[in-house]
């Protein structure tokens, strides 16, 4: 073995490390709307559900490379709301692009042509194209480490399942085909699919 101890470990080495060993990670492709009504969207892959009573997911955005604060977690903190839209192999290469950096002022939907229909009880648009959308209300924010990470965690008030991946009572994951993200430029699709009876 490699034995690695994290003190002195600068943040980068500690990143490649964690996003290498955390894998396959989810994709929540966040759609959020800024005060002016633009429409920001970008993919996070530190990201999980946390919570089942009431839904609750969690997502950590960094900050910029210029020590800035992303839009996405801008418009989280402004206006309490945001979706989780599921990331599918289908909507590979339009996520990825929508993880460019484009100025507040520029909505990812418009630039990518990604179509949105409106929230229901949130006022952020989801995302068409994704089988699973979920809109979330703002729970908690929890500022992490050395501040560079801040973890938001949103109550899911509302799913939206298209019919083809959920029948009313299962969600079918091989209809659904989402992606996940490896380390470095890496994604993954599922592989083979295994069952065991409970113990
Ligand atoms: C697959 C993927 C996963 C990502 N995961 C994260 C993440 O978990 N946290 C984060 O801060 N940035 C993550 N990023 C980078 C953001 O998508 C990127 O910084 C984006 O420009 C943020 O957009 P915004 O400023 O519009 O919010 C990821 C990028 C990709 C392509």
């Not at 996070?44 to 559900?49: A, H, P, T, V």
């Amino acid at each position: 073995m490699i034995s690695l101890s994290c003190e002195g470990m600068s943040a980068s080495d500690a990143y490649k490390l964690l996003t290498g060993s955390v894998v396959p990670r989810p994709i929540a492709w966040i759609s959020t709307q800024s005060d002016d009504k633009i429409v920001n969207v970008a993919p996070f892959s530190s990201f999980n559900y946390v919570a089942h009573s009431p839904p609750m997911l969690a997502v950590n955005i960094t900050l910029t490379d210029s020590g800035g604060i992303k839009d996405t977690a801008r418009n989280i903190r402004d206006t309490g709301e945001f979706v989780v839209n599921i990331a599918t192999r289908a909507t590979l290469d339009v996520m990825h692009e929508s993880s460019a950096e484009y100025s507040g002022d520029v909505s990812e939907a418009e630039e990518l042509g990604i179509a949105l229909v409106p929230g229901q009880q949130v006022s952020v648009p989801r995302l068409a194209v994704s089988p699973i959308q979920m809109e979330c209300k703002l729970s908690q924010i929890v500022p992490l480490g050395t501040g560079v990470n801040t973890l938001y965690i949103g109550e899911v008030v509302m799913f939206h399942l298209s019919r083809d991946i959920y029948n009313g009572r299962h969600i079918d994951s091989v209809a659904m085909d989402p992606i996940a993200r490896l380390g470095g430029p890496f994604y993954a699709a599922l592989g083979e699919i295994f069952s065991r009876k409970r113990p």
